[in-house]
Structures are given as structure tokens and as C-alpha cells.
T-cell receptor, first 119, second 109 residues
Framework: KAGVTQTPRYLIKTRGQQVTLSCSPI?????VSWYQQTPGQGLQFLFEYFSETQRNKGNFPGRFSGRQFSNSRSEMNVSTLELGDSALYLC??????????????????FGPGTRLTVL | EDQVTQSPEALRLQEGESSSLNCSYT??????LFWYRQDPGKGPEFLFTLYSAGEEKEKERLKATLTKKESFLHITAPKPEDSATYLCAVQAGNNDMRFGAGTRLTVKP
């Protein structure tokens, strides 16, 4: 089974530009989460989508947005880029069980990430 | 507020020298605790999920255990290829996922 794929793998932008990152989840997974990873802050949760709806959102400004398509593929967009947005952006997919089973949870499987550099 | 604290921040071991990494957490209604391994510039690789206190899981030289307040990742007779950053994450009752800062493990031959 193919893993989570992210495109592009590397990206260089300048301040003020916008960027769109793409994530294809593992086949059959309907939940996609996005994270920002930096050396100083570690892994920080951006948002999660399930069945094309944003289910959870982290504490990031509105410049960060995302969406999910009917085939579960997801995109995230960052507008008006700032130097501090330079980071590894990670996408993770999981098979949402709906929490109906006792002890059930959602193991997240990560993609390789997109390294964004803002100059 | 939900918190995840990993210790130590960095650990240097000689090949074959067993040790443990710690993940302490406070969370409302733990749904699951996860361990990941991350190599530089790559995405985290899933290792284990633990659901309830007393649970243990093993994979090769790694063994993860869980209590009501913390989890340990035991590494037995590590090899240089075990060098990586090990991340712990907890999923709260509201499904929020929170990651620790990680433990950077270096195993010298």
C-alpha cells in the first residue's frame, strides 16, 4: 500500500508570496492532518480535515488555510508569506474510526514533508 | 491544558548500552499515546500506539510501556542505526493531538 505523498518536496518563496502544498493520503484514509515543524517549536498542529470538513484547528493565523477534496486529497495554503513560515510542513493521514469502539483511536501516518524556505 | 514533556532532550549511548526515554503527559481523557521515530529532514515514522495503562508493545530492540502519567520507550542493545529523534504524542478525549519536543538519540559504534 502506498504511503502518504506530499508535493512539492522543496519550495523556495519570497516574503509576501503565497504557496499551496498538496497531500495525498493512504488509500482508504479519510482524515488528513497538517503540522508545521520548526527546530524551535517542534511539531505544531495546523488543522485536520475529515470528509471535506475541517474538524479541528490549531492556533495559527488566518493566513494558513486548507481544504480537502472528495477523494480525501488535501491542500494547504499560506498567504502573505513571512520569514517565520520557513519550516517543514507535514501531512498525516489516518483511518477515522469515529470513536465508536472502546479504545479505538487514530494512528497517524506521516508523509515525507515539504520543506518551505521563505527568503 | 494538555501537555507532553519528553526527557532527556538528547541522549548519547554507546552501541549495546541499553536505556530508556521518558514521555510525561497530562491530558483530559487519553485516547491514545503514540511513539514515532524521525530521521533528519524526513517525516515521522510510526512505531507504537498504546491505549491504556499497563499496556506494553515491542518491536525489535524497542519496547514501549504506558502508565497513567507517563510512557517509556526502552531501547535494548541499541545500534548506530537507531540514532534518530523519538517523538511522543498524545490524543486527548476531544481528539486533539499534541506532540512532545522529542528526544534526540545518538548511538556511537
Amino acid at each position: 500500500k502506498a504511503g502518504v505523498t506530499q508535493t512539492p518536496r522543496y519550495l523556495i518563496k519570497t516574503r509576501g508570496q503565497q504557496v499551496t502544498l498538496s497531500c495525498s493520503p493512504i488509500s482508504g484514509h479519510r482524515s488528513v492532518s497538517w503540522y508545521q515543524q520548526t527546530p524551535g517549536q517542534g511539531l505544531q498542529f495546523l488543522f485536520e480535515y475529515f470528509s471535506e470538513t475541517q474538524r479541528n484547528k490549531g492556533n495559527f493565523p488566518g493566513r494558513f488555510s486548507g481544504r480537502q477534496f472528495s477523494n480525501s486529497r488535501s491542500e494547504m495554503n499560506v498567504s502573505t508569506l513571512e520569514l517565520g513560515d520557513s519550516a517543514l510542513y507535514l501531512c498525516a493521514s489516518s483511518f477515522w474510526t469515529g470513536g465508536l469502539l472502546a479504545g479505538s483511536t487514530d494512528t497517524q501516518y506521516f508523509g515525507p514533508g515539504t520543506r518551505l524556505t521563505v527568503l | 491544558e494538555d501537555q507532553v514533556t519528553q526527557s532527556p532532550e538528547a541522549l548519547r549511548l554507546q552501541e549495546g548500552e541499553s536505556s530508556s526515554l521518558n514521555c510525561s503527559y497530562t491530558v483530559s481523557g487519553l485516547r491514545g499515546l503514540f511513539w514515532y521515530r524521525q530521521d533528519p529532514g524526513k517525516g515521522p515514522e510510526f512505531l507504537f500506539t498504546l491505549y491504556s495503562a499497563g499496556e506494553e508493545k515491542e518491536k525489535e530492540r524497542l519496547k514501549a510501556t504506558l502508565t497513567k502519567k507517563e510512557s517509556f520507550l526502552h531501547i535494548t542493545a541499541p545500534k548506530p542505526e537507531d540514532s534518530a529523534t523519538y517523538l511522543c504524542a498524545v490524543q486527548a478525549g476531544n481528539n486533539d493531538m499534541r506532540f512532545g519536543a522529542g528526544t534526540r538519540l545518538t548511538v556511537k559504534p
